[in-house]
């Protein structure tokens, strides 16, 4: 039975807020001891350019806002711009090479454009190199960069886990159960692991739950204010992760399909509403996301400008974006979205369990999701998921909303073909430590003691785990150790332990390593690590020394004849493999 609000015991608070403290101390290793991982210096990079410049063409991989946050702490910092970096920053030096709006190369850059370089100009390699040799400049203290970016990342993460408080205890009225909804998160490896970088996860770990809350809260009460509110959360979720576009179909779903089912039951709520009210409330809704989304983009609103036809064709640009152009204001807000969107369906090469393919795998990220949750976590989510369908003619909406979205989340995925990462389907975490802590709450005692059980597990799994969370991986992939044999990339090895080969060099006094590192060079040689990039077939010849691969290099099929011929002579952090060459 849950406790009215005047009621609540306030020891779990006291300890929710300790589970959040021990998590940034959790992270606050790996921030310090790792390398920028692939996507970080391009965010980091995008942000700071358009503070400097207001010019969003070396932002276009996500969208503004996250790059933005990202990129604030720099601006309060002696940053060196080389005359490189400044000329890609301020658009005077360009890759040779035109990007199509689906990715992939559309041929020479000064064929495309053969009056020069324009607004369609897929800025994404150029924003790539920009954040790179920015944050890596000889002249920089590139860690103390990445510390401050990083930082803003664990904030957000921090808040992620005290919204998750606030959102269970609205749900239950039980603090207890609120603590368990903040530990599954403040000891989930998945959170851990990505909560600590500065990437799009952090921020949409915080925004997206809270733009589903907000929705049940507008539901519920379809006021002026909360309609407007809930349209300013979906645009910030949207401006954090592209993910966030989700948010719409999911919540055109639910009103269509709660109109049909409950339309004759009685009327509370939204449902009380007359069509012609709930078209009003939807267009306040749209008010809010564009008021946000204008707020952010200030005072950058121009709409795309024109575009000939054949330049169109070999860029692959939408016939609708062409149409509607003069409509698409601000019109680097659509450039982002489409892109990312056109991108997400264009494929990219996925491994999987010891096989590659260029178009992925329906079932990539329930996979990816069994192979990267700590086992009690499973445990509990199929423990709640059957709690759930127990009393499912009992149970009211609100408890229903995080499983709902968190499914819907699932079942999306399964169309994507772009197949790189457990985080891409990130928001489900958070979704599920509320879906999870409300299910528990509602069962006797001897259910709440096993389900702590499972709790005390998964803490142990963190703190042992510490501070290799990038690479974690659950027993069913063979544990950490063995995880690779089921996920690279960024489920596994994301270019993270640059400072760790460092460390092993000195240790071990390597004069130089052939290298084939799957991450940012310019960090290696900021890190003055003696080394010569190889490919698989430069190291066939070589008859001495030291050579060390990363793991998503060495996966790879022109990598086989090293891995099925020897075994490493020792690894670096999991990820890294090295070999003595005699």
């Not at 966030?244 to 999911?250: E, Q, S």
Request: with cysteine.
């Amino acid at each position: 039975m849950a406790r009215p609000p005047t009621q609540l015991a306030k020891s779990p608070i006291a300890l929710a807020g300790l589970a959040l403290l021990i998590m940034a101390g959790l992270m606050l290793g790996p921030i310090t001891q790792e390398t920028a991982t692939v996507d970080e210096t391009t965010y980091m990079g995008g942000g700071y350019a358009y503070f400097r410049t207001g010019s969003a063409k070396m932002a276009e991989e996500q969208p503004l806002l996250l790059q933005m946050i990202l990129a604030a702490p720099l601006l309060l910092q002696d940053v060196h711009i080389s005359e490189a970096a400044q000329d890609l920053m301020e658009q005077r030096s360009f890759s040779p090479l035109a990007w199509r709006w689906t990715g992939g190369i559309a041929g020479r850059l000064e064929q495309v454009f053969p009056e020069g370089v324009n607004w369609y100009h897929f800025g994404l390699p150029e924003a790539q190199y920009f954040g790179q040799i920015l944050v890596y400049d000889p002249q920089n203290k590139a860690d103390r960069l990445m510390l401050s970016a990083r930082l803003v990342a664990l904030l957000l993460t921090i808040g992620a886990g005290a919204f998750l408080f606030y959102w269970t205890v609205n749900l239950t009225h039980d603090t207890w159960a609120s603590l368990m909804a903040t530990v599954l998160w403040a000891f989930n490896p998945v959170a851990l692991a990505y909560g600590h970088l500065a990437i799009t996860e952090p921020g949409i770990s915080l925004a997206f739950p809270a733009a589903v809350w907000w929705f049940g809260r507008t539901l519920r009460n379809p006021s002026f204010t909360n309609a407007i509110l809930l349209g300013i959360l979906m645009a910030l979720a949207l401006e954090l992760k592209i993910v966030g576009v989700l948010l719409w179909p999911f919540f055109a779903f639910l009103l269509v399909a709660l109109w049909i089912i409950r339309r004759k039951e009685s009327q509370t709520g939204f449902l009380a509403l007359s069509f012609v009210q709930l078209l009003r409330r939807v267009a306040l809704v749209v008010a809010g996301f564009w008021g946000a989304i204008l707020i952010i983009y200030f005072p950058h609103w121009s709409a795309p400008p024109p575009i000939a036809p054949a330049q169109a064709e070999v860029l692959k640009v939408p016939d609708w974006f062409v149409t509607l152009r003069p409509l698409l204001v601000p019109g680097n807000f659509f450039k982002s979205v489409t892109l990312k969107t056109l991108h997400s369906q264009s494929g990219a090469d996925s491994f999987l369990m010891g096989k590659w393919s260029a178009r992925g795998w329906r079932y990539y990220y329930p996979l990816a999701f069994w192979f990267k949750t700590p086992i009690p976590l499973l445990a509990l989510t199929v423990i709640a998921a059957g709690l759930l369908l127990r009393r499912s003619r009992q149970i009211e909406f609100p408890s229903l909303l995080p499983w709902l979205m968190a499914i819907f989340f699932m079942l999306v995925s399964l169309i994507s073909t772009i197949n790189l990462g457990v985080r891409h389907v990130y928001p489900v975490y958070p979704l599920l430590a509320v879906g999870v802590a409300d299910q528990v709450a509602r069962v006797n005692r001897r259910w709440r003691v096993g389900a702590w059980f499972l709790c005390g597990w998964l803490i142990i799994i963190a703190i042992s785990s510490y501070p290799f969370y990038i690479p974690y991986c659950n027993e069913f992939a063979g544990g950490t150790s063995g995880g690779y044999k089921c996920l690279i990339d960024s489920n596994y090895d994301w270019g993270q332990d640059g400072e760790r080969l460092k460390a092993w060099v000195e240790k071990n006094h390597v004069q130089h390593i052939y290298l084939d590192y799957f991450g940012t060079q310019a960090s290696i040689e900021w890190l003055k690590i003696p080394n010569t990039r190889v490919d698989a077939e430069r190291a066939r010849q070589l008859r001495d020394g030291w050579l060390v691969v990363s793991v998503s290099q060495l996966m790879r099929p022109e990598w086989a004849w090293l891995r099925e011929s020897r075994k490493p002579d020792t690894r670096i952090a999991y990820t890294l493999f090295v070999y003595r060459l005699t």
